[in-house]
């Protein structure tokens, strides 16, 4: 079925985004003041609305909800506002007396209490004064999107359907769009073009289905994982090392993630996840939360704010919770071959294949992952058609709402679809049914590579047994499907130059975390001389990246090695080599716009410094660092810094 005549972004493409300039957010509670504040952040008017203070004699007493709400974002941390100064842009106000200010606005969002009558309560009331043209969405995190305007008139329900941001909305990428079979289509497209390009969201449309697509097998995963902990006996500290950065999934890990987001949201989603599922058949609904996640409810053990929860402080020491004897004892640092193994393994695909085909018998790690993963991969095939249209959708929500490298389609792939499953049936585990169609078809991956496409690429679809298009927003093609269609020009190991087309190249750094080493710099030097054919054939240069993080810099690790040899001349050479190079980058014939983003640290500054533009992404972390390990910034940062000193002076 296509929910709401949406199939994926590929029917929203073609459509002119509609002008939105004033947002309204129903509920100035943790979620919706960061909604507002990230509206605010992109240059939009919000009007964000509360209950009244009783106690209030005037306006503004009665306001001191909102009032306290639009204050805590000034001083959240991580911070919620781009600028202090953008909470001007919110406009504050009660249910009581406010409401007529939504007649202003061109969207307004719901984001009160996860309560139905609460919900239902205040969109009747809000909606005697919304604008005829408005839209109108919930937050909700997982109740079920058609039945909250269930009463509400028909022309209401055409402008209603779902949008879950998730927590932090400025950080967090993903936008889940729940369309009711009686949403406007256009309307939605408008939500979900507007979202994508000004607020710079991932964008994915949802069924109207338990907890949707992220929360509904994130919950899962989360709690099958402390399943799995208890039945071989694994410590908190064990199950973070082997569920962070060894799988491409944040470093957090599973439980010092569960202490940020806060264990009574998590019992609350949780809990919603086995009422919902239950209800409708889930094969895995008799996952829930142990007793000793009760206990710890119950004792206020709730994570970064209230101090403790699955890790606490106590003077300069880390402790970590005992599940087994509800107690806290000093954080360990584990060591599992099988992680070891796989630490020098850059490639994510690969070092995931690396762990999963570990030795059970010999290696936790491995005895670990197995059930994990397999167990991930089967509930998440058997939520096809359920939770979202396709894997597409699925992989993209699980890598946007919870920062995984790869969605889990594309970790199956990377370990081999045949040889799994065939692992699978040898001890007796269930297979979905969606996997046996697959393979029943004489396919061995959800996905294929194809050249033709901008994406790069097709995937599974059950419903029809074929591979179709993986569609990509109006426009938008990636480094990655460019280069697949013969669009690099030159590379090494670490860089690579690729036309991007319209007579532009793009400079990709590839290296680990992008540091900047002798590879990266010749070659962005021989580029950018202006008697290379690269400034003969292109017009203009970009230089940027698809990778986590721009570049964290030189590769200091070099020079060290170099000083403590005392190989003086070397190290001179590097300084100069650098140097050269930010050079070329300002004094190219050509024009050479950086697009930095994320980490653009000490070299990576430098380099963005010297283009003739910058286009920056908004979170942008940079700086000359070097000084923080007793370096003196030598790439021409300095001089740089120093002419834009002298130019503001003289103006």
Request: proline residues 4%; contains cysteine; negative net charge.
């Given at each position: ?41 992109a ?9 009244a203070?009783a ?27 781009y600028?202090?100064?953008?909470a001007?842009r ?19 969002i ?15 009331r ?9 839209i ?40 889940e ?37 992220a ?22 500290e064990?199950?973070?090392a082997?569920?962070?950065q060894?799988?491409g ?23 919603n ?19 000793f ?23 300069a ?13 000093a ?52 939520r ?19 920062n ?42 959800w996905?294929?590579?194809d ?6 690429r097709?995937y ?45 190249a ?41 990778g ?9 690790m070099?020079?060290l ?54 286009q ?6 940079s ?29």
């Amino acid at each position: 079925m296509i929910v709401g005549g949406i199939r994926s972004m590929a029917d929203i493409a073609a459509r002119p985004p509609r002008v939105l300039r004033r947002i309204g957010v129903l509920g100035a509670g943790a979620m919706g003041s960061r909604i507002a504040a990230h509206f605010a952040n992109a240059g939009l008017q919000v009007v964000l609305l509360d209950m009244a203070d009783a106690a209030g004699s005037n306006h503004a007493e009665r306001n001191r909800i909102t009032a306290a709400a639009v204050e805590a974002l000034k001083k959240s941390k991580p911070p919620a506002l781009y600028l202090p100064a953008f909470a001007e842009r919110i406009t504050i106000g009660n249910f009581d007396d406010d409401l007529p200010l939504l007649a202003e606005c061109d969207w307004v969002i719901e984001a009160v209490a996860e309560d139905l009558a609460i919900k239902r309560s205040l969109i009747a009331r809000a909606a005697a004064y919304r604008r005829a043209d408005a839209i109108f969405t919930t937050n909700t995190s997982g109740l079920p999107v058609a039945s909250i305007a269930a009463e509400m008139p028909e022309e209401f329900r055409r402008h209603w359907f779902g949008t879950h941001f998730f927590n932090p909305p400025r950080y967090m990428r993903l936008l889940e769009i729940i369309p009711t079979p009686e949403s406007n289509l256009q309307w939605v497209s408008d939500i979900a073009q507007f979202a994508a390009v000004r607020l710079g969201k991932c964008v994915v449309m949802a069924h109207d289905s338990p907890n949707f697509i992220a929360n509904r097998i994130g919950t899962f995963n989360l709690m099958n994982i402390v399943r799995i902990m208890m039945l071989q006996g694994l410590t908190v500290e064990e199950v973070d090392a082997l569920t962070g950065q060894a799988l491409g999934w944040p470093k957090t890990g599973t439980f010092r993630l569960c202490d940020l987001v806060g264990l009574d949201v998590l019992a609350h989603v949780a809990d919603n996840f086995a009422q919902q599922t239950q209800r409708i058949g889930d094969e895995r609904g008799d996952v829930t939360l142990p007793d000793f996640f009760r206990t710890m409810l119950q004792n206020r053990w709730l994570g970064d704010k209230t101090g403790q929860g699955f890790y606490r402080k106590e003077k300069a020491q880390l402790l970590a919770f005992d599940w087994k004897t509800l107690e806290y004892h000093a954080a360990a640092k584990p060591n599992f071959a099988a992680t070891e193994l796989a630490k020098p393994i850059n490639e994510t695909a690969e070092r995931i294949k690396t762990l999963l085909w570990g030795d059970a018998r010999k290696d936790k790690a491995a005895a670990f992952y197995w059930p994990m993963l397999a167990e991930l991969w089967n509930y998440s095939a058997n939520r096809i058609g359920e939770v979202a249209e396709d894997i597409v959708a699925i992989d993209r929500a699980m890598a946007a709402g919870f920062n995984w490298e790869l969605g889990p389609f594309e970790m199956w792939d990377a370990c081999g679809v045949q040889e799994t499953v065939a692992r699978m049936r040898a001890e007796g585990q269930p297979v979905a049914a969606n996997v046996e169609k697959l393979l029943a078809g004489g396919h061995t991956r959800w996905y294929i590579e194809d050249a033709s496409l901008a994406s790069g690429r097709r995937y599974y679809d059950p419903a029809s047994n074929s591979y179709l298009p993986v569609e990509t927003a109006a426009g938008e093609t990636s480094l990655a499907a460019i280069k697949k269609s013969n669009g690099v020009v030159k590379k090494n190991s670490s860089v690579s130059l690729v036309d991007i087309g319209d007579g532009v190249a793009c400079i990709e750094f590839r290296s680990k975390m992008n540091s900047l080493g002798g590879d990266i710099v010749n070659f962005v030097t021989q580029t950018l001389r202006a008697d290379s054919d690269a400034v003969k054939n292109f017009e203009a240069f970009v230089i940027t990246n698809e990778g986590v993080n721009f570049s964290v810099g030189a590769n200091l690790m070099q020079l060290l090695l170099a000083m403590q040899d005392g190989e003086w001349d070397e190290v001179t050479q590097a300084i100069r080599s650098f140097q050269g190079m930010t050079q070329a980058i300002k004094f190219c014939p050509r024009p050479v716009v950086v697009a930095p983003f994320g980490m653009a640290l000490g070299g990576g500054t430098e380099v963005a410094i010297h283009g003739a533009a910058r286009q920056a992404h908004a979170e942008l972390y940079s700086g000359l660092v070097e000084c923080s390990v007793g370096v003196i910034p030598g790439g021409g940062g300095c001089k740089e810094k120093t002419l834009r000193i002298v130019d503001e002076a003289s103006q």
